[in-house]
């Protein structure tokens, strides 16, 4: 790996002999602006173990960081970039060794803490994962935040009864990170997974993830009543506001919707109908703050029976550090197909 450093204890603290590049947020008397910088380690938000940096990726928060449109971050400035995984390159902490390979997600990372959009970071050891055996670092990225929380809405489904038994799972913002990954993770688990696009031409490459069904987004028609006819036994949802108003109510008997994200809007209009006659749960997935015991199992599914088959078609773009500009540009207007991985080193 050769990241050039000195070791100057038995536990492996050290000195980096070089400046290291980072996409670093500011938001200052010149307003919230965004760029490339130098900086040294003693720089970063402190932690035991120094990692330095192979992969990101891009998720749809850090697209809201890194252009100002949402406010993620809670003090400034940091380098964003909410996932990375990399090399360790020092450790306070004897459980981490110069060289193991080491992942996170989450975890304060581009809110709380310098994030993975740098050559180098500082991981608190508590949050640190070990790479599970059954995956590279680059797939790890691949699967990001977008696929840990993909399978930890999964994961909360079957904790609450859903079995493929019951009849198909519908998953919406299907093109986006957390949509085709969902898709993919639903196949492997042995569910039917439908999709809902807004992206009529991609149709194939949803049927190419392992959907049964695709139906574009513009073309739904919920009706007007509490409870419609039921077409799903549960739903994977990244889209909030309407969409998921709708799908409350055609939901089959003692279905699960696991609420992942807004990126059609933050509203939810229903009525109590949906739950005192078909008993459908309403599942909360929040992945930055996952507890560590599950989100060791959620990687464990992840890096094992639910790893995605076509992880090489969702994530088919690297970018640079130089490029997250326009990937984060494009990725808010809602015109990105599958996940980018950020390659640093
Ligand atoms: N809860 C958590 O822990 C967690 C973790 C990760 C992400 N999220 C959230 O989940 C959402 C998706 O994240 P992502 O990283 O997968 O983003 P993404 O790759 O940009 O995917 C979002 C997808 O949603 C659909 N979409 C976009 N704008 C829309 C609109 N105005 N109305 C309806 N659909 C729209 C598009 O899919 P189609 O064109 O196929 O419809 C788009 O590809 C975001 O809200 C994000 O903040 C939450």
Redesign the pocket.
Known sequence: MGPGFRRDDEFGAMNVSEAFRALRIHNDSTGYHTGIESMQTDDLTPGEVLVKVAYSS???????AGTGK?KILRQFPLNGGIDLAGYVAASTDPKFKEGDQVLCT?CGLSETRDGGYAEYARLESKWTIPLPAGLTLRESMALG??G??AA?ALFQMTRNGQTPEMGPIVV??????????AIDVLTRAGFEAH?????LD?FDY?IGLGAHQCIA?KELYWGQRPLETAHWAGAID????D?LSGLTRVIKPYGNIA???????IELGTTVMPFIIRGLSLL?????GTARDIRDRIWEHLAGDWKPLHLDRIANRDVTLDELPGAFAT?????????SVVRIA
């Open positions: 891009i998720n749809y928060k850090d697209a809201l949402g989450g935040t977008a840990f929380t930890l919406t913002g299907a093109t986006g990170g957390v949509g085709s990954l999709a809902i696009t807004g992206k991609h949803l987004r990244s889209v909030g506001g969409l609420i992942c994200g807004n990126a059609g809007g909360g997935v929040g992945s930055a990725l808010l207007e809602g015109g990105a197909v599958g996940r």
